[in-house]
């Protein structure tokens, strides 16, 4: 550093001129820069730091001053959210660019064996915590950022807020409260605290402070250009806060283990003020036909009653509330008792047949609750023990699945009866979520499985993604499936199961996935969200998914084509509030409820979208051979050529009907034969059995279940088992993945002829996965034609719409 650089910021020392009188200066002046960067410089390269390697760290840090030096910053009392929030973003954007020369470096090298890698401890860890700093309200995390993250006493705070002490230690302790409370549930807390306690702010490098002030001569290396902007041209601060978390969390963790792991004091949250109405929408934009207004913190989950009259919310004040669905007036409020100070409501359901709420409660702060309601008088039924507050009710009503740590309970919703356990070992550390398959003889639990170690000595505490795990509910033992492992998220994202089972929906960061759940790959990604997803829905016949989100958006989707139909609500920056946290349909599809931060139920119309006509696209024999053909390939290329056969159902059911036929109606004596032939004298014989009956997959698991049912030889036995044991959990083979498809078209296509034909199938070989589908879709559509006859209360008639 030269020396005139170094008299510039000697001479600010001491400098006690607000942040706002200095950003009006930085432009022209480098003493007032050189005093930002000094007030603020340690933190940003803190959070530079954390993320990236020391080069990387130096272009990040310095386009973050670039972004400064660009924008129109004027209230200097959130010049440290704000400078962080740039930091993080400019950070983030570096690493991706980073990732992807990586990568293409690794594919043009010659392939090489190599032990498989693990992600970056630091990356998962912040990406554990960050959602719920950002989450914070805006004073909160502001006096947050500047007592933890930048050291300032509670006067100092006070002095640049332009407020009290003790108005900044109130925010401070709330904030605290929060997040231990938040992260500790998440398990995050106490790998932070085996890290060690260390300080987000460090000395910056003189030469990088050297650097930042050129940059009013626009003296930036073309790597600082592009980040700045890319940084200058967000819209939406969608990971704003993400390596602050960690600073945040350490901070955090500083602070509880000074105090010797006490709780910060309790702090009352801020009551809305009395008659207080969530803002208007913009001019233009489509308003609730219902805001349900009275709950004083973050709604957390809504639901409707299966018979379409109320509506239930549960938040973060500690109740849950009933309204009507029709007038949007609270009839009725769920309170549980605070213990600890911690009664936070999670997730809310109705029984099927309405006479029950479930939810989930925040007993203490490490411990969670189900309680089970009586829906006409509010009181207590029973409750259940629900570690991670992870809960979903069975189809039919007769189990409560509870979630807790490395095991789920099933309990009778009659007696609360524990009934069975699943043990899911160290597959899932932390049950996040689940949720029951459509015919209730599965359960999807998500969770994240524990961190690889590289055997050196040095404990990793990664947070690893979450994973898939497929259950038999009567019998506790997983479930072979091709969805067991497969990768849904992190930090317990919701995941929805589409109405027949086939579809599961989760998120990737802004991104929607649908995930076929016959072979666990992706077959379609909507995007169009400006933030991360927190909720799915689907409608009740299955055309449309609505989706819930951080930018402050609901979005309903087009299924297969992955279009949007329409969205509510207005973006709005995350850090910022407005995130939509639940969304749920009515029974009849034509209203949805959406809760989030605004601490609202908003109740929207979306009859016109959900009770749309398709306009058909017949195919031509041709095509219909085409589509016939990709029916059987990868995920994506199937599910297309599904809603290719859905918009021309006069030509595509007859075509899939003589197909399916056809399908049905092969002749089983070829397969007996090579059963038989795994007994053969010749040893030459008994292989190529075996082989062949391999490539047939399962096409042949019934015969074999029927041949080993017999008395086999030993070694036709043997065989038998091992061929069992190779098809279960495997992919459906080509021909049996292109019959669930065509059987998912024509219940989608749900015409008279359709049913008709899937009646027909459904009469078939029980053991045969094609009739055991065909009457899966024939029930649903059954019970579908029958509720499309009958108008819930409060609700219009409305008739059965096909795809």
């Known amino acids: 550093m030269d020396h005139g650089l170094h008299s510039i910021i000697q001479r600010t020392v001491g400098d006690v001129r607000p942040d706002a009188e200095l950003l009006a200066l930085i432009r022209d ?68 660019a980073a990732g992807r020369r990586r990568t293409h470096e690794r594919d043009a090298a010659a392939p090489e064996p190599a032990a498989p890698s693990l992600p970056d401890d630091w990356e998962n860890t912040m990406a554990a915590v960050h959602r719920e700093v950002a989450a914070l309200p805006e004073a909160d995390r502001t006096a947050f950022i500047l007592c933890v993250l930048e050291g300032l006493t509670q006067a100092e705070t006070a002095r640049r807020l332009g407020s009290t002490p003790g108005a900044v230690a109130g925010h401070v302790a709330r904030a605290k409260k929060r997040l231990v409370a938040r992260l500790t549930e998440r398990g995050v807390v106490p790998g932070l605290a085996a890290l060690g306690i260390a300080s987000v702010a460090g000395a910056v490098p003189p030469g990088v402070v050297g650097h930042v002030l050129n940059l009013t001569r626009a003296n930036a290396s073309p790597a600082v250009l592009w980040l700045a902007k890319g940084a200058t041209d967000m819209t939406a601060l969608s990971t704003k806060l993400i390596l602050a978390v960690v600073a945040v969390t350490v901070g955090l963790i500083a602070s509880v283990v000074a105090a010797g792991f006490g709780p910060p004091p309790a702090v009352p949250a801020t009551p809305a003020p009395a008659g207080a109405k969530p803002p208007e929408p913009a001019e233009g934009e489509p308003k609730p036909a219902q805001v349900l207004a009275g709950h004083t913190d973050r709604v957390t989950s809504v639901a409707f009653s299966p018979d379409g009259r109320w509506i239930a919310t549960a938040a973060w004040d500690g109740t849950a509330r009933l309204w009507d669905a029709t007038t949007g007036k609270e009839t009725r409020k769920l309170e549980f008792p605070a213990t600890k100070g911690n009664n936070e409501f999670g997730h809310i359901a109705f029984s099927p047949d309405g006479t029950l709420i479930v939810t989930s409660v925040r007993e203490s702060q490490d411990k969670w609750v189900v309680v089970v309601w009586d829906q006409r008088t509010g009181e207590k039924v029973r409750s259940l023990p629900a570690e991670t507050g992870s809960v979903a009710i069975s189809p039919d009503g007769k189990l409560i699945a509870c979630g807790g740590y490395q095991h789920v309970g099933f309990y009778e919703t009659a007696t609360g009866k524990l009934v069975r356990e699943i043990h899911g070992g160290e597959k899932q550390l932390r049950i996040e979520s689940l949720t029951f398959a459509p015919d209730g003889k599965t359960l999807l639990s998500t969770g994240h499985p524990p961190t690889p170690q590289r055997g050196d000595g040095i404990t990793r505490l990664t947070i690893m993604p979450d994973v898939v795990r497929v259950w038999d509910v009567a019998t506790g033992k997983e479930h072979p499936s091709p969805m067991n492992g497969q990768v849904v998220g992190r930090l317990g994202q919701h995941v929805a199961l589409s109405t027949d089972g086939r579809t599961l929906v989760h998120s990737s960061d802004k991104n929607i996935i649908l ?30 998914l609505a989706t819930g989100s951080m930018d402050g958006t609901v979005r309903l989707w087009d299924l297969p084509s992955g279009k949007e139909l329409g969205r509510f609500g207005q973006e709005v920056d995350p850090t910022k509030g407005g995130w939509v946290l639940s969304v749920a349909f009515s029974p009849d599809g034509r209203s949805l409820v959406a809760g989030g931060l605004n601490k609202t139920g908003d ?30 390939g990868d995920a994506a290329k199937g599910f297309a050529a599904l809603g290719r056969l859905v918009l021309s159902p006069q030509s595509g059911a007859p075509f899939l009907a003589e197909r399916l036929r056809t399908a049905s109606n092969a002749d089983p004596k070829p397969i007996e034969r090579l059963i038989g032939d795994l007994d053969n004298e010749t040893f030459a014989v008994r292989e190529r059995a075996t082989k062949e009956l391999t490539a047939l997959g399962d096409r042949v698991a019934h015969s074999l279940r029927k041949a080993l049912a017999g008395n086999p030889s030993p070694e036709a036995r043997q065989r038998l088992n091992a061929l069992l044991a190779r098809i279960d959990g495997a992919e459906p083979s080509v021909e049996t993945l292109r019959e669930i498809r065509a059987v998912e ?59």
Request: proline share 3%; hydrophobic share 45%.
């Open 745 to 803: 078209a024509l219940e989608a296509i749900g015409t008279a002829d359709a049913r008709k034909l899937l009646d027909v199938l459904a009469a078939g070989p029980s053991e045969m996965r094609l009739a055991q589908e065909a009457k899966a879709s024939a029930d649903r559509l059954a019970k579908r034609s029958a509720a499309s006859t009958r108008s819930p209360a409060g609700c219009t008639h409305y008739e059965l719409v096909t795809w």
């Open 603 to 632: 109740v929207w119309d979306v009859g016109r979208i959900t009770g749309r006509v398709r306009a058909p696209v017949e195919r031509s024999a041709t095509e219909l051979e085409a589509d016939w053909k990709d029916l059987a």
């Open 29 to 96: 002046d480098q003493t007032a820069t050189a005093e930002l960067l000094s007030r603020h410089g340690p933190l940003v390269w803190g959070v530079c730091r954390h993320l990236l390697g020391e080069a990387d760290a130096e272009d990040a840090f310095q386009a973050t001053f670039l972004v400064l030096l660009r924008s129109s910053v004027r209230d200097g009392t959130v010049l440290a959210s704000w400078l962080h929030g740039v930091a993080l973003r400019v950070s983030l954007a570096a690493r991706r």
């Open 515 to 544: 995930r076929d759940t016959a072979t666990g790959r992706d077959r379609a990604k909507l995007t169009g969200h400006k933030d991360a997803i927190c909720d799915f829905a689907f409608s009740p016949d299955g055309r449309t």
